[in-house]
């Protein structure tokens, strides 16, 4: 009986420390990658860590992203060669792409994730292209969707 005590005790013990060790490994990480990122891509596009918020059991982190200007030209005149576009589409396209683009991330750092209910697991990542204003909440509200770009990853134990 004291054996399997012991077990529970070490057991919680590890599970309640195991995130928060985790979320400050995490951050470390994300920063790593946005030099990857950046290195990577060769000035096509910039990103930046904007804000990090370190949790218990989960973090979140703002990034913003801006693209090349050249990259941007090729882009609208790529979307402006498929027939049928509408110039007007087209303007909203170019306006949200010139300025800095945000990208709002939720982190959720196990082994026990409490975001949507609760789960095993090693980690969970939702990243969000933020279209709350600008021009791509002009875009979002044409095309009559919730959100532009969202990104759902998780990371089980196998």
């Known amino acids: 009986m004291k054996k399997l005590a012991a077990f529970l005790t070490v057991t919680l013990l590890l599970g309640g420390l195991a995130p928060g060790a985790a979320g400050f490994m995490l951050q470390s990480v994300v920063a790593d990658r946005v030099a990857v ?3 990577q891509n060769n000035n096509v ?3 930046e860590l904007e804000d990090y918020q370190r949790g218990w059991f989960s973090s979140s982190a703002g990034f913003n992203l801006q693209f090349d200007d050249s990259y941007r030209q090729s882009m609208a005149e ?10 007007e589409v087209l303007e909203l396209y170019e306006a949200a792409l010139a300025g800095r683009l945000a990208v709002v991330v939720a982190l959720n750092h196990g082994p ?16 969000e292209l933020d279209a709350s ?26």
Not at 112 to 127: N, R, Y
């Open 45 to 47: 596009l910039v990103l």
């Open 78 to 87: 790529l979307f402006m060669t498929e027939p049928g576009r509408d110039p």
């Open 112 to 127: 026990l994730l409490v975001s949507d209910g609760m789960q095993l697991g090693l980690g969970s990542v939702i990243a």
């Open 133 to 158: 204003s600008g021009e791509l909440s002009r875009i979002r509200e044409y095309l009559g969707v919730p959100y532009l770009v969202r990104q759902y990853s998780y990371i089980g134990f196998s």
């Open 37 to 39: 990122v950046n290195r």
